[in-house]
Antibody, heavy 123, light 110 residues
Framework: QVQLVQSGTEVKTPGASVKVSCKAS????????IGWVRQAPGQGLEWLGW????????NYTQHLQDRVTMTTDTSTSTAYMELRSLKSDDTAVYFCARRIASTGPTSPWFDPWGQGTLLIVSS | QSVLTQPPSASGTPGQRVTISCSGA????????VNWYRRLPGAAPKLLIY???RRPSGVPDRFSASKSGTSASLAISGLQSEDEADYYC???????????FGGGTRLTVL
C-alpha cells in the first residue's frame, strides 16, 4: 500500500536548522509531487510547499521561501524538507503527503499523509 | 485568521446529520475545487473529499460535500462517536498563489 514514513522528533535551538525526511513506498515516486504541511500547537494546518520529484520543481509558501528548501532523492524515494534560522514559532508537527493533481482549475489534494514529525524549537 | 472561514466547532448526537461550512472568495473557492480532510486526535490528516464532492475509495458515503459560489460544505450523516475529529477545507488561491486551509472545525459527538 502507499505509505509515507517520516523521521523522528527533533529538538532544536533558535537559529539552528532542521531537515525532516519522508520515505515513500508503494507507488512510483516520480509520478506524484510531495507536499509539506505543518500544524503548530493549538493552530490549524498550514501549507509549506511542494516539490515534483521528476524534475525538482518547487513551490513554497511566500512567507517561508527564504528559509525553506525541499528536495528529493529519487534513488531512495525520499523527500526532504529543510527549515533554517529556526524560531520558536516553528514549533509544530510537520507532515509530508503525496500530492495529487489533475488538469483544469482544480486544487491539488494530499493522499496519503506521513505520520508527522514533531519539531520543538526551544532555548 | 484564515482566509477560508470555518466555524470553530460543531456538534451532534449519534445518528444525526451535521454540516460544516467553509467560506472563501472568488480567488479561491470561487475558482478552484475544494478538498476536505479529517484529523483524528493524535493521527495524521486523512483525505475525505476531493474535487468538491468526490470520495476516495474507502470513505463511507455518510460523508458528502458540495460547493456553491464562494462557499463549500461538508455533510456527515449517521453521526458516529468515531467521527469526533478536526475537519479542514482546503483550496488553491490564485491571488495568493498558495494552498489555503480553513481554520478547522472541531466536531463533538454528544
Amino acid at each position: 500500500q502507499v505509505q509515507l514514513v517520516q523521521s523522528g522528533t527533533e529538538v532544536k535551538t533558535p537559529g539552528a536548522s532542521v531537515k525532516v525526511s519522508c520515505k515513500a513506498s508503494g507507488y512510483s515516486f516520480g509520478m506524484y509531487g510531495i507536499g509539506w504541511v505543518r500544524q503548530a500547537p493549538g493552530q490549524g494546518l498550514e501549507w509549506l510547499g511542494w516539490i515534483a520529484p521528476y524534475n525538482g520543481n518547487t513551490n513554497y509558501t511566500q512567507h517561508l521561501q527564504d528559509r525553506v528548501t525541499m528536495t528529493t532523492d529519487t534513488s531512495t524515494s525520499t523527500a526532504y524538507m529543510e527549515l533554517r534560522s529556526l524560531k520558536s514559532d516553528d514549533t509544530a508537527v510537520y507532515f509530508c503527503a503525496r500530492r495529487i493533481a489533475s488538469t483544469g482549475p482544480t486544487s491539488p489534494w494530499f493522499d496519503p499523509w506521513g505520520q508527522g514529525t514533531l519539531l520543538i524549537v526551544s532555548s | 485568521q484564515s482566509v477560508l472561514t470555518q466555524p470553530p466547532s460543531a456538534s451532534g448526537t449519534p445518528g444525526q446529520r451535521v454540516t460544516i461550512s467553509c467560506s472563501g472568495a472568488s480567488t479561491n473557492i470561487g475558482t478552484n475545487t475544494v478538498n476536505w480532510y479529517r484529523r483524528l486526535p493524535g493521527a495524521a490528516p486523512k483525505l475525505l473529499i476531493y474535487r468538491d464532492d468526490r470520495r476516495p475509495s474507502g470513505v463511507p458515503d455518510r460523508f458528502s460535500a458540495s460547493k456553491s459560489g464562494t462557499s463549500a460544505s461538508l455533510a456527515i450523516s449517521g453521526l458516529q462517536s468515531e467521527d469526533e475529529a478536526d475537519y479542514y477545507c482546503a483550496t488553491w488561491d490564485g491571488g495568493l498563489s498558495g494552498l489555503l486551509f480553513g481554520g478547522g472545525t472541531r466536531l463533538t459527538v454528544l
